[in-house]
């Protein structure tokens, strides 16, 4: 009886490689031209508010994220979606406030605000834009409010009328009984 030996082979066969997935994903910022890198797994809505946050002041704010293919039907990222790759010919494109609205006039469709946590994007998300898009304060504003004054003095006026005629109110009431 003859035991076949194998040869001992001191170089392991070559393990199967796969490419590993990329570890960032990239969005074209329609609105500056700029391509912004996301760590992968980064939810949509909170690269949103980066390259929103980026942004100069009266550059159209980005809504979304789309992964687009010449030819293909553009597929839409929620805000917690998250970005992904999906190979040759798709790009991450962010949708604007101009593009947006004229695609869907007959729709009105606001935009969905993420809730991002302080510690990740340091101060809150709408303190930087606050100052930037309230509009001053305009002789209608003022007008409301002068109206809504005089409403509570007149309304104050009807009550003291009210209280100062009640006790005859009531004598009147206990009389004709």
Same mark, same amino acid.
């Given at each position: 009886m003859a035991v076949e030996e194998l040869p001992s082979n001191p170089i392991p066969p070559p393990l199967l490689q796969h490419p590993l997935p990329p570890k960032f994903v990239e969005v074209i910022c329609k609105s500056s031209g700029r391509t912004r890198r996301f760590a992968a797994g980064t939810e949509a809505g909170f690269a949103i508010y980066l390259i929103n946050k980026k942004l100069d002041i009266g550059v159209p704010l980005a809504l979304h994220v789309e992964a687009v293919k010449e030819g293909e039907e553009p597929i839409s990222f929620g805000p917690t %979606?998250? @970005?992904?790759?999906?190979?040759? +010919?798709? !790009? @991450? #494109?962010?949708?604007? #406030?101009? #593009?947006? %609205?004229?695609? @869907?006039?007959?729709?009105?469709? =606001?935009?969905? !605000?993420? !809730? $991002?946590? !302080? *510690? $990740?994007? +340091? &101060?809150?998300? *709408? *303190? #930087?834009?606050?100052? &930037? *898009? =309230?509009?001053? $304060?305009s002789f209608v504003y003022i007008g409301k409010i002068f109206l809504a004054i005089i409403f509570i003095f007149v309304l104050a006026a009807v009550f003291t009328l009210a209280l100062e005629n009640l006790p005859t109110l009531i004598l009147f009431i206990n009389s004709s009984m």
């Open positions: %979606a998250v @970005l992904v790759d999906y190979g040759d +010919g798709w !790009k @991450l #494109e962010t949708v604007t #406030e101009v #593009e947006f %609205a004229g695609v @869907l006039k007959e729709r009105v469709v =606001q935009p969905t !605000k993420v !809730k $991002i946590p !302080k *510690s $990740i994007g +340091g &101060a809150h998300p *709408s *303190s #930087e834009r606050a100052v &930037a *898009s =309230q509009p001053g $304060i």
